[in-house]
């Protein structure tokens, strides 16, 4: 009932710069909680950074002061800006949309898109 779409992945040289992008659709009527996740191979999927709908942010050390997570709720869309890029940050990078869903009664969702893959290279 809930679908995401990512899209900004692709291969950038160390120090460069990508952009996500992760967009909503479905029936839902609240978005509460909007994120990134990577998972590298032979590691644990991790958290890289999220918003709230308040806008009120939360991200991994290894990535603060690089990475800026940004949503438009009027697009259902959360943004992921990754600057200074290294190639530990090589990975498949996962949305994740938690939120409500527009059923009677209510029920809430956690929604997780396809991943795309970011590679850094040195």
């Known amino acids: 009932q809930v679908h995401l779409v990512e899209s900004g992945g692709g291969v950038v040289q160390a120090g460069g710069s990508l952009r996500l992008s992760c967009a909503a659709s479905?029936?839902?009527?609240?978005?509460?909680?909007m994120g990134w996740y990577r998972q590298a191979p032979g590691k644990q999927r991790e958290l890289v950074a999220r918003i709230d709908s308040g806008g009120s942010t939360n991200s991994a050390d290894s990535v603060k002061g690089r990475f800026t997570i940004s949503r438009d709720n009027a697009k259902s869309t959360v943004y992921l800006q990754m600057n200074s890029l290294k190639p530990e940050d090589t990975s498949v990078y996962y949305c994740n949309v938690q939120g409500v869903l527009t059923d009677n009664p209510f029920r809430e969702f956690d929604a997780w898109g396809q991943g795309t893959q970011v590679t850094v290279s040195s």
């Open positions: 479905g029936s839902f009527f609240h978005i509460a909680i």
